[in-house]
């Protein structure tokens, strides 16, 4: 099965990243947003299985990202990939509804982890 996948994050080295994890890991359609304003556009134009959501960006943050989601009701998985590592904001994005929290750089095997753990193959 092939997936849609959006990497939303402000650095363009951290979306190759992710992207090249990703294509170790899933069949997937992948494209990518330099902020939480163009995530929201593509969310909007298209359906996307997964998004992987950096926090801090430049326009519209990650938590902003996540609040319209909600409150949209955008049928979509969020695993969040930052470096802001705190308690605080992980119980945020946990109330939010990402899927899970992983830290940046992230590890190839912890993102297959999270995504086998909720059935992305």
Do not use: H, W
Request: with cysteine.
């Amino acid at each position: 099965m092939s997936y849609s996948v959006l990497v939303c994050d402000d650095s363009v080295v951290a979306r190759k990243q992710v992207i090249r994890c990703l294509n170790g890991i899933l069949d997937a359609d992948i494209c990518q947003a330099s902020n939480g304003r163009e995530a929201l556009a593509v969310l909007a134009a298209r359906q996307i299985d997964l998004v992987c959501l950096d926090l801090t960006m430049p326009e519209l943050d990650g938590i902003g990202v996540l609040e319209a989601i909600k409150q949209q009701v955008i049928e979509t998985y969020v695993v969040v990939i930052s470096a802001d590592i705190q308690g605080e904001m992980k119980a945020r994005v946990a109330k939010l509804g990402a899927l899970e929290f992983l830290e940046k750089p992230v590890k190839p095997e912890a993102l297959q982890a999270t995504l086998s753990r909720f059935g992305i193959r």
